[in-house]
């Protein structure tokens, strides 16, 4: 019985903390897209990605929009997918910190994530509208683009592997 009620309240947690998010599926789609562009172009992790002077990302998504023939604002796109993500971080940590308290007296159970609190999706970028290698290097997970009421851990994770 006590098992069935946690399983019922992880279930309503996850449920509704999905309706967070202020992006759409075709929104976090659209940036995954973009990731995967950035990295086709050569640009991962690339230290001229972070020097706003030379614009890159902000040319690299003109570009992005081109190709996929959509007219998306560069700026106000970054900061929505930007917040998004930290607030996936933060939901995400609510449910490990859950999974922690549930399996506390069971050593053998596989922790969804072993690091600290502050280790987990560490690098992520502050909220500033500018995509450069720390905002890049992040996509949202499956569930998260489709709209999933289902949270797998081993599917967050950051294209430069920084949590593992």
């Known amino acids: 019985m006590r098992q069935v009620f946690f399983t019922f309240f992880f279930t309503l947690l996850i449920s509704s903390s999905f309706a967070q998010f202020n992006s759409s599926r075709d929104d976090r789609a659209y940036w995954n897209g ?13 230290k ?9 990302a902000e040319k ?6 081109s190709v996929n023939k959509r007219s998306v604002d560069y700026k106000s796109f970054v900061t929505l997918v930007q917040r998004d993500i930290q607030q996936y971080r933060k939901q995400a940590l609510e449910q490990i910190k859950i999974s922690r308290v549930k399996h506390a007296k069971n050593p053998n159970y596989p922790l969804m994530f072993k690091g600290t609190d502050e280790q ?3 690098g992520l970028s502050v909220v500033d509208g500018f995509a450069g290698v720390q905002t890049t290097a992040w996509r949202f997970p499956n569930e998260v683009v489709l709209g999933l009421n289902e949270l797998r851990f081993n599917d967050i994770y950051a294209t430069n592997s920084e949590i593992q």
């Open 120 to 122: 987990f999706m560490a």
């Open 34 to 46: 973009f990731v995967d562009y950035v990295q086709a172009k050569g640009f991962t992790g690339s």
């Open 60 to 65: 690299l998504f003109r570009d992005y929009n």
């Open 48 to 56: 001229e990605l972070n020097r706003r002077d030379l614009n890159i």
